[in-house]
């Protein structure tokens, strides 16, 4: 059903796509005009094509991101961008073209892409002009909630990197439970003087994939081991204790600290702590901490430790248990202080992941509104009346 007042056209009647220019690295010019690839700016010029306000979106390659541009910009060949707007409000049209399934109208290829033709030919509803722009109004309300969320989620991060850095070299001394800023002397050592340091092992697939059992079983691909979770506490996989006799492996301790140790995914400086005693996957090697260290302050010191610079030469990264043990490093001996510190930085993480919440709660609160007020299942106050 067509919303009163609105009218059913052909996206081509709405928003006319035109194929990007061709513009080879050799011929870019240092300049400040935006070059927009189907991925957002890839880079500047000297020279743009066309003119602000403007959008793009991808041709071939990485199809579905639509980017609203306000400056003066060149659109790639591998970008689509709108050449007539036929006087529809612009910010209208972007959140329209937000709410498309773009994949649906992807070449049936090895490498994505869009014919705008097709696009053209998709029916939409548009409401009148007036109409347009509340909607817009709207939706870039939530837009700039959502950058300012983004922008204090940056912040934070960047403040909990400078704290790490000064709180984990001693640089920076907290206060005990008595007011007093803890004195005592720090050690310059090695990590292995905190922690043993273990591969994890290989497994049959038999052994494998099973809902239920003794021990669970983490993979280095597992979601388990993804996002930005502290703590591994759930398993899709679990060993029982008569495989484990028969396999010859052990499990790690609860407390231990675990991380990839070969492939890409060493590269993301992701550590978890198991909750309970654990079989990891031979990707993985698991830091136990000595009774000198405690598992929260091991964590932030192995979270704070670029594997990239550990990282063994070879067509796939890796590192190995004696290049982490012998990374120098400075420590308290003191449990307390250790814990002092592991708190401050656990506040920090815990503010990190409330703003992260509200970014996922404002973003799916626009899409919900997209939803409804893009087909006019719900209709906005136009001149003091809804329409």
Partial sequence: MVPNGWEEKRLGKVAEFQRGFDLPSA??????????????????????????????????????????????????NTSLWVKD???????????????FDFKKFSDKTGVPGVNRNDLHAVKVKVPPLPEQQKIAKILTTWDKAIDTTERLIDNSKQQKKALMQQLLTGKKRLLDENGERFEGEWKSGYLEELCDFKGGSAFKEKYQG?????????????????????????SNNWIMHEDLAIMKVKSFPAGSVVFAKVG???????????????????NMMAAMPKDICITSYLYYLMLAIDFAKLVQEGAVPSINQSDLGRFKIAYTPSHKEQQKIAAVLTNAD???????????????????LMQVLLTGKKRVVVDGEVV
């Fill in 350 to 368: 815990k503010e990190i992941e409330l703003l992260e919440q509200q970014l996922a709660d404002l973003q799916q609160e626009k899409k919900a």
């Fill in 85 to 99: 707007f036929h006087q529809n409000e612009i910010k209208f049209i972007y959140y329209l073209l937000q709410s």
């Fill in 264 to 282: 890409a995914a060493l590269l993301l400086n992701r550590r978890r702590i198991l909750v309970r005693d654990t079989i990891i996957d031979n």
């Fill in 27 to 76: 011929k870019r010019l240092d300049g400040n005009i935006p070059i927009i690839s189907s991925s957002g700016v890839s880079g500047f010029h000297n020279e743009s094509k066309v003119k602000a306000p403007g959008i793009v979106t991808g041709r071939y390659g990485t199809i579905g991101n639509v980017f609203l541009i306000d400056e003066d910009f060149w659109p790639l």
């Fill in 210 to 234: 099973k809902s239920e059992g003794d021990l669970p079983f983490i993979k280095v691909s597992d979601m388990n081991i993804k996002g930005n979770e502290k703590f591994i506490i759930k």
